[in-house]
C-alpha cells in the first residue's frame, strides 16, 4: 500500500524544481528567495492535495534539498520535522509549531537555518507565513479557532503536525483543566507550573504537580510524582509487574507542558497509551521537540518501549501564563544574588 511519504517521492519526482511558481500533475511548487542583512534565505513549498511541505535554507543551501535528502534520509530517528532536508539540529521544530498555530496548516517542514541563529528564524517565520497566505494557502480564521491542539506522529522519520480532531477538543479541554490546576497549586507553592493528570477509562486515577523545590529533588516533577502515586496503589492493590504493566498500557496523561526528556522516556517504558500536553518543551522536551522520545525504543521488550500516541497545543496559552507568572514573581531557587520573590496571593 502506498504510503503517503511514497506519494511524495513518486509526485515531485515529475516536477522540475526551479525558481519560480509551476503546476505539474496537480503539485504546486513555489520557489522564492528573501535577502536579510548579509544573508540569503531561500525558501520552497510543496503543495499537495492534502499535504504542504516547505523547506528553507540560507546561503549556499540549495533549492531541491528536500527531495534530494528524501531518499537518503538518516536512518537514525531525530528529533526535528527536518529531516527530509538532511539535517538533525532543532532549528525548524518551533517554526512548524507556530506555523500550526498561526496558518492552520498541516505542514511538514524541512529546516537548514542554523540552530544559533534566533533572529535569522525569526524573520524566515515572519517571511513564510506572508508567502503563504499570498498564495491562499492559509485556513481562515474561524476555522482556525476551532483547532486549538496539534497532533504530532512518527512517520518515515519525520515529525507531523496536524490539527487535532475538533470532536476531542472538549473533552481535552476538561481534563486539560484537571492538569492546569494542579499547575495552579505549583505555582502557589513556589514551584515551576507544570501539573498533571492520569486517567483510566475516562476517570481520573492520579495526579502530580511538581516538588522539585520542596523536597529538593530535581527529578520530582508533576509525571513522576502521579507515576509514583500509581505505582504505590497498585502495590498496596498486590498488582503484579505484569498487571501494572497492563494497567499503564490503557492509561492516558494530561500534562501542562511537554514531558521533558527524563519523563517521556519514563513514560514510553511504562508503556502508557497517549499523551496530551499543553505547551511545548523547547529546551528539554522529549516529545518531539528535542528528542522523539514518544516514537519507542529502538528495541522494544513485549509492550514496554513501544512509544506512545501524542497531542500537543491543548490549552497551551494557559499554560504560558502560568510560566509567566512564576518569572514575574521570581524563582527562589535561581543562582544568587537573585530578585526577590514576590509571594502570589492565592486565588
Not at 505549583?186 to 516538588?211: F, K, M, Q, W, Y
Not at 516533577?221 to 502495590?235: K, P
Not at 519523563?263 to 511545548?280: D, N, Q, R, T
Request: net charge neutral; with cysteine.
Amino acid at each position: 500500500m502506498e504510503t503517503e511519504y511514497d506519494q511524495v517521492l513518486s509526485s515531485v519526482a515529475q516536477v522540475k524544481i526551479a525558481d519560480q511558481i509551476g503546476d505539474g500533475d496537480g503539485v504546486k511548487v513555489s520557489c522564492f528567495t528573501e535577502f536579510s542583512d548579509d544573508v540569503t534565505l531561500q525558501f520552497q513549498i510543496i503543495r499537495l492535495a492534502k499535504q504542504i511541505y516547505v523547506w528553507v535554507g540560507c546561503n549556499s543551501a540549495k533549492f531541491g534539498n528536500l527531495y534530494a535528502a528524501a531518499s537518503t534520509r538518516p536512518s537514525n530517528i531525530v528529533s526535528v520535522t527536518s529531516v527530509l532536508g538532511g539535517t538533525s539540529d532543532n532549528t525548524g521544530s518551533g517554526i512548524a509549531r507556530r506555523l500550526v498555530m498561526k496558518t492552520g496548516l498541516n505542514i511538514i517542514l524541512a529546516c537548514n537555518i542554523p540552530k544559533n541563529n534566533p533572529l535569522l528564524e525569526a524573520k524566515a517565520e515572519k517571511v513564510l507565513i506572508r508567502k503563504l497566505i499570498d498564495l491562499g494557502y492559509t485556513m481562515p480564521t474561524p476555522l482556525r479557532a476551532a483547532f486549538g491542539s496539534f497532533t504530532l506522529s512518527g512517520e518515515a522519520n519525520y515529525i507531523v503536525m496536524a490539527p487535532a480532531k475538533e470532536d476531542n477538543l472538549e473533552e481535552s479541554h476538561t481534563y486539560m483543566g484537571f492538569a492546569l490546576h494542579q499547575a495552579k497549586l505549583a505555582l502557589e507553592a513556589l514551584e515551576v507550573p507544570v501539573g498533571c493528570v492520569i486517567l483510566e477509562d475516562g476517570h481520573v486515577i492520579a495526579s502530580g504537580r511538581n516538588r522539585t523545590n520542596e523536597t529538593r529533588n530535581a527529578t520530582r516533577h508533576a509525571e513522576m510524582e502521579a507515576i509514583d502515586q500509581l505505582n504505590e496503589q497498585w502495590r498496596k492493590d498486590t498488582l503484579s509487574p505484569s498487571q501494572v504493566a497492563d494497567k499503564f498500557s490503557n492509561c492516558v496523561l494530561y500534562v501542562t507542558c511537554e514531558p521533558c526528556i527524563m519523563c517521556a522516556s519514563a513514560l514510553s517504558f511504562l508503556g502508557i497509551k497517549e499523551v496530551y500536553y499543553g505547551c511545548p518543551n523547547d529546551k528539554f522536551g522529549g516529545c518531539g521537540s528535542i528528542l522523539p522520545l514518544h516514537l519507542g525504543s529502538s528495541q522494544p521488550s513485549d509492550k514496554l518501549g513501544k512509544g506512545y500516541k501524542c497531542r500537543g497545543g491543548i490549552m497551551a496559552d494557559e499554560a504560558v501564563s502560568l510560566f509567566k507568572c512564576f518569572y514575574e514573581q521570581g524563582n527562589p531557587n535561581a543562582p544568587k544574588p537573585h530578585r526577590p520573590v514576590v509571594q502570589r496571593e492565592k486565588t
